[in-house]
């Protein structure tokens, strides 16, 4: 059983920084790409960003690109979401997702994080 726990959320105002950590169990985190998706009040899940399984190659959402930046460390079992010049469009949880294979894909998997708030205050 895979699973995956997000930290790192919390209350900043609209131009700061957050950096979210998705810690996953288990030894097969390296065999998979990873990704993060979020969800607003009101709102479906969206993607956010992806990164493969080596951290070779990520995208991004274009509402994100620029500002966001993930990255992995396999050797931790951890995936990072850098989160920089923040407005208050950002607010939403986070999630963390685990990737059907290795290859970055922006549809998720099956495995899920319980979320971490981000809220950007204006």
């Known amino acids: 059983q895979v699973q995956l726990v997000e930290s790192g959320g919390g209350l900043v105002q609209a131009g700061g920084s957050l950096r979210l950590s998705c810690a996953a169990s288990g030894r097969t985190f390296s065999s998979y790409a990873m990704c993060w998706l979020r969800q607003a009040p009101g709102k479906e899940r969206e993607f956010v960003a992806v990164i493969n399984w080596s951290g070779g190659s990520t995208y991004y959402a274009d509402s994100v690109k620029c500002r966001f930046t993930i990255s992995r460390d396999n050797a931790k079992n951890t995936v990072y979401l850098q989160m920089n010049s923040l407005n208050p469009e950002d607010t939403a949880v986070y999630y963390c997702?685990?990737?059907?294979?290795?290859?970055?894909?922006?549809?998720?998997?099956?495995?899920w994080g319980q979320g971490t708030q981000v809220t950007v205050s204006s």
């Open positions: 997702n685990r990737n059907p294979g290795r290859s970055a894909s922006s549809s998720p998997g099956d495995y």
